[in-house]
Every structure is written in structure tokens, then in C-alpha cells.
């Protein structure tokens, strides 16, 4: 398009994941990502891709796994109940090893929760969520821009080491409008590239070939010692992605600063507000931002440690999730404390002064 | 030398793990022979259950997938919207097709999506070892059902051609039997023709297999083959439910 475009988060995502070469979508109706899937419904068809509103989450997750396992660049969407229900088969994603993306667009909880926005999913989808022994790089957006450069970034991450990615929103980001700028849309010959990057292992015609074995799109491994090896093989790509891919954001972070905030998606944003006024009153305050929550900066905060940091603020829209991985970083140099709001209220960036005023 | 007999192209040459006297290597022989004759093996793809076939994925020879318990129909969809250059069917038992996937075989099926359902029921979930299964018939014992399944208390057995024949958009569903050498033939056509309905892209297309669990019935195979005549037919009767092919393809 080539200027910029007013946009909620939910369709802008979409918009990106067609333009990255994304031509098939697969997904369930829940508030509050639902104009991401009304808006493939719209575009998909015009993209000469495929549209299907599955009959469950569940359903839509394992078409996804089929269409990955043709190597084909592929996405689902929901909200938080809807994911718990995608774990199942983002297990099964990690274990065949497709690339796949994954969009959470994350509210309250547990349970059926509410529609507000909320950062509640972070333990489900860092630390596992699906059984076994598998991660999943996850990309936290805190702006609408950033959110449809994810889609992008997710499909590169997800083809570069044959995993499912996930982008961990929330209903904020997804409701809320604001300017975009899209990378163009890939080229037929782009296209063409994409299709046969995976053609070593995925499913795909011509099986004539001399010498070509069928391919298997599989997470089943009978005996323990094959299945050993595949764990391990799986264990050595995760160090690759913890070594190559942490992102992060520094935030007024200077070598004089006396507080340190880390936080991620929404409530980076609202921090950063809390931030600029701060160092305006004379306060020493910056902020690191995990774009990657897995893997996660453990090095970066780790850095920012000065002998003249005094406290770390930890805010999330949770009961306290991030704060262990911060905690972790840290390992008990400085005191860590915490600002959360739960239920699907945003706190406010004077609420992040005060808290800081009181450290 | 003439070539009376010979494996299938689209099997693997592994032995089957199958228990002997069971009817899965019948039905596995019969999809892989149809699709020979057809000369699909070049454009096939299949996706293999959980349940005694969840090796499947060895057995033939082209791209497969294996999925997750009941899901079979779900993966075959994004396969094949994601391939429509070629062809795909699932392979799937009771436990998996009408326990636990039952949302997706029929939405896969109320789709018309362009796929062929192999359905094997044996009334047994027989990998983990002898369960009850939603195909289970009253009365009959099983490791969960072990004074027999009570009606009363849990349901009759689900008639899976029966429940997708009340859709709309199926192009073919037809129930056949495993039991006899005549059963196999009649069995043969109607594996045939799911598949050359498919490579045309008609539509859904769903056939089931009336077949025996010796090892769990405890049974030897031909008791079983006798065991399910009497017993499964009035539940399971082999029948053509629908062809829209006969029909004039409407």
C-alpha cells in the first residue's frame, strides 16, 4: 500500500499473514479475536486461499496441522478458552515439527473468563500448555504495527526451524485502531520459493520420484529409544532458538537508571507512559520489554543490572506470571516486586507512578 | 514368468503388526489394490488414526500423515484444501470415528469435503486392549463392560453410515462387510468407488467395514467371522445408504 493505514490489531494481523504468504486459515468464532477470522473470511477467497470456519478450535488446529504438513504457510486464531483447546494439536505440531502460527488473542480467565483484555495465557504458552516435552518461540506485540510485523516474523521463525509459533496478544491490541504500515505482498515467485522449501519432508506429489521414500508427517515414536533421539533433536533446536532469537526492547534504559520495569505486550504500553512522566519528574527509570517471551531476554535483564539499579517493577494483567522469568534473570540481586491487574482491568500508568513512588 | 499375485504398489513391504485372523490387513490390501487399479499412487496422501491401525502410516505407500485421536477427518481437510491436486482418505476405527471424532467426521462430512473415510468397526477398542467401544453391542463384555454392555445405563451402539446418511451433502456412504470371501469382493467395489469418486472430486465419500477383534473377542478368526454375521448385521446391516454417482450425480 506504501502509506500508512488506520487499522484494528485483528485485522491487521490478518492482512500481514496474507501478505507473508499465508493462504490458508483455519479457525473457531470467540470474542475479542473475532474480526481476525471475519476478515479472512472476507479476504482469503480474494487471495485465491482457503478459508474454513471449523467445526471447534480443535478441529481447526488439526486442519492446520494437515495444510502444514503439505508445507504450506498456514495460521489459526482465538482467545484464551479457544487456545487451551489448540494445545492439544500444538503438541502434536511441535512433535511432527510443522510450521505453524498461532494467534492468542488473549482475556480474562480461568474459565470462560471475560472479553477484556488480559495477559493470563503467558505460563500456557511459554512453559508448555500442551503435554510433553516441546517450546514454542512466542512474539508479544505491544503496538498494532508490531502485531502485523509478527505475522511476518512468525512464518520466517516457523519455517526456519519447522515449529509452531505463537503471537500472544491480547484483547486490547486486537480491538484497538491504529496506523500501519504493511510490507508488500509477496510475489508469485515468492510464492513459488515458499512452496518448495519443505519439499525434503512434506507432503506433496510427484512420489515417483526414484529413490523418494513416502513422507510421514508423524509424532509417534513406539520405540523409546528412536523416540529418545527425537527429543534430543528436539531439546538441540530449542537451545538454537535460545541462542539466535531472543528479541527485546530497551526503554530509557541508561547506565544511571535506579529502577528497572520489565514488562511485555499491553502492559509495556501502558508503562512506558508511567515511564516518560517519571523521568520528566526526575526519576532514573527505564524499562526492558520481552518481544520474544519464548526464548526469553534472561541475559538482557541480567545486563541491566548496574550496582546502581536499587528495584525492578514487574507489571503484567496477571496474578504475577512474567515475574518468575525476571526473577530467574535476577537470581535474588535485587528485589523484584510486582503491579498486576486481573479480570480484565488495565491499570493505569499514574497507578505505575505510585507504585514506583512507594518502592 | 507371469505375475499371478503380487503386493499392492501402494503398500510398504513391512509386516503387518496386526494380530492373525484380524481384518485390518483385508481392509488395508483392499484400499491399496483400488488405488493401483486407479493409478493414484502418485497423487495419494492418507492420514492414519489412533487405535490398532495407528501404524497405518508405515503400511502405505505414499505420503501419509498420522493424527491425533479423532481427527483424522479435521487433518484430511486441511490436507486436501492445501493439495487439491491430489487425494487423500482416512483410515479409521470406532474408538477414534465415533467416540472420540465424532464432531469431525460430521462436520467433515456436512462440509462435503472432498475426501474418502475408510471406517473399521470391530464393536472393540482393540490397541489398548479389548474396551468398550460406542459400536459395542448390548450385552457384549469387554474390559469396561465387564457384565456386559447395559443399555441402560450407557446407550446402544452408534450406526455411523446411519448418522451421516441423515446429511445432506455425502456423495456416497455405504456399509460392507469383511466375513466371507464374497463380502471381500463386495467390499473391493465399494473401496473402488469411493476412490474413483474421489480422484474425480465428487465429494465425501464413506464406506464401513464390518469387521472382526479375535484376539479380543476371544475368539478364534472364524468363530469371530460367524460371531459378527449373527451378532453385528442386525446393528450393522450391510447396505448402500446413498450414491449420488447412481443417481445421475446430483
Known amino acids: 500500500m506504501g502509506e500508512k493505514v488506520l487499522m484494528k490489531g485483528n485485522e491487521a494481523v490478518a492482512e500481514a499473514a496474507i501478505r507473508a504468504g499465508c493462504r490458508h486459515y483455519f479457525a473457531y468464532p470467540i470474542t475479542p479475536q473475532s474480526e481476525l477470522i471475519e476478515y479472512m473470511s472476507r479476504m482469503m477467497p480474494k487471495a485465491g486461499g482457503t478459508f474454513v470456519q471449523a467445526e471447534s478450535e480443535i478441529a481447526a488446529v488439526n486442519m492446520v496441522y494437515g495444510a502444514a504438513g503439505c508445507g504450506k504457510r ?265 503491579l498486576g491487574k486481573v479480570g480484565g482491568i488495565l491499570f493505569t500508568p499514574q497507578e505505575v507512578k505510585d507504585k514506583i513512588k512507594g518502592m | 514368468m507371469q505375475v499371478i499375485a503380487k503386493r499392492p504398489d501402494s503398500l510398504t513391504d513391512l509386516n503387518f503388526t496386526y494380530c492373525p485372523g484380524c481384518t485390518h490387513g483385508i481392509s488395508h490390501r483392499l484400499i491399496a489394490e483400488a488405488i493401483d487399479e486407479l493409478d493414484l499412487r502418485n497423487k495419494m496422501m492418507g492420514v492414519a488414526p489412533v487405535g490398532c491401525s495407528v501404524f497405518a502410516y508405515k503400511f502405505f505407500n505414499f505420503d501419509m500423515a498420522e493424527a491425533a485421536h479423532g481427527r483424522a477427518p479435521a487433518v484430511a481437510t486441511g490436507m486436501k484444501r492445501a493439495r487439491p491436486d491430489m487425494h487423500v482418505f482416512t483410515y479409521q476405527g470406532d474408538g477414534d470415528l465415533a467416540a472420540i471424532g465424532t464432531a469431525e467426521i460430521v462436520h467433515a462430512a456436512n462440509r462435503g469435503e472432498n475426501i474418502s473415510i475408510f471406517f473399521v468397526n470391530n464393536a472393540i477398542y482393540g490397541m489398548t486392549g479389548g474396551q468398550m467401544a460406542p459400536t459395542t453391542l448390548p450385552g457384549m463384555k469387554t474390559s469396561t463392560s465387564p457384565y456386559g454392555r447395559d443399555e441402560q445405563d450407557i446407550g446402544y451402539p452408534i450406526a455411523a453410515c446411519e448418522l451421516l446418511d441423515s446429511l445432506r451433502a455425502p456423495y456416497y456412504i455405504e456399509r460392507v462387510s469383511l466375513l466371507s470371501p464374497q463380502d471381500i469382493i463386495k467390499a473391493k467395489r465399494a473401496v473402488l468407488k469411493a476412490l474413483k469418486y474421489n480422484k474425480e472430486n465428487r465429494g465425501f465419500t464413506f464406506v464401513e467395514f464390518v469387521s472382526t477383534c479375535p484376539t479380543n473377542w476371544g475368539m478364534t478368526p472364524l468363530d469371530a467371522m460367524k460371531w459378527a454375521k449373527e451378532n453385528m448385521y442386525p446393528f450393522f446391516p450391510v447396505k448402500l445408504f446413498r450414491d449420488k454417482g447412481e443417481e445421475g450425480g446430483k
Open chain 1, 74 to 338: 498456514v495460521m489459526t486464531s482465538s482467545s484464551s478458552p479457544g487456545i487451551s483447546l489448540k494445545m492439544e494439536g500444538i503438541s502434536y505440531l511441535a512433535g511432527a515439527e510443522l510450521p505453524a502460527v498461532i494467534v492468542n488473542v488473549q482475556r480474562g480467565g480461568p474459565g470462560l473468563g471475560d472479553i477484556q483484555p488480559a495477559q493470563g495465557d503467558y505460563f500456557q504458552a511459554t512453559k508448555g500448555g500442551g503435554h510433553g516435552d516441546y517450546r514454542m518461540p512466542v512474539l508479544a506485540p505491544s503496538t498494532v504495527q508490531e502485531f502485523a510485523d509478527m505475522a511476518d516474523l512468525a512464518f520466517e521463525l516457523g519455517d526456519k526451524y519447522r515449529t509452531p509459533v505463537m503471537i500472544l496478544s491480547d484483547g486490547l491490541l486486537g480491538q484497538m485502531m491504529e496506523p500501519v504500515d504493511f510490507k508488500p505482498r509477496k510475489t508469485e515467485a515468492e510464492m513459488e520459493e515458499l512452496d518448495k522449501q519443505h519439499f525434503d519432508w512434506c507432503i506433496h506429489p510427484n512420489q515417483d520420484e526414484p529413490n523418494r521414500h513416502h513422507h510421514e508427517i508423524n509424532s509417534l515414536e513406539i520405540d523409546p529409544l528412536i523416540l529418545e533421539k527425537h527429543v534430543i533433536h528436539l531439546g538441540e533446536k530449542f537451545d538454537k532458538i535460545e541462542a539466535n532469537e531472543v528479541r527485546y526492547e530497551e526503554y530509557k534504559l541508561t547506565d544511571d537508571c535506579e529502577y528497572l520495569i520489565v514488562a511485555f505486550g499491553t502492559a509495556a504500553r501502558i508503562a512506558k507512559s508511567a515511564i516518560d512522566e517519571l523521568n520528566v519528574e526526575g526519576v532514573k527509570i527505564g524499562m526492558i520489554r520481552p518481544i520474544t517471551v519464548w526464548p526469553y531476554p534472561y541475559e538482557a535483564i541480567r545486563n541491566a543490572l548496574t550496582p546502581k539499579i536499587k528495584k525492578i517493577l514487574v507489571t503484567e494483567l496477571n496474578l504475577g506470571q512474567m515475574i518468575e522469568d525476571v526473577k530467574l534473570a535476577v537470581e535474588g540481586k535485587v528485589p523484584v516486586e510486582f
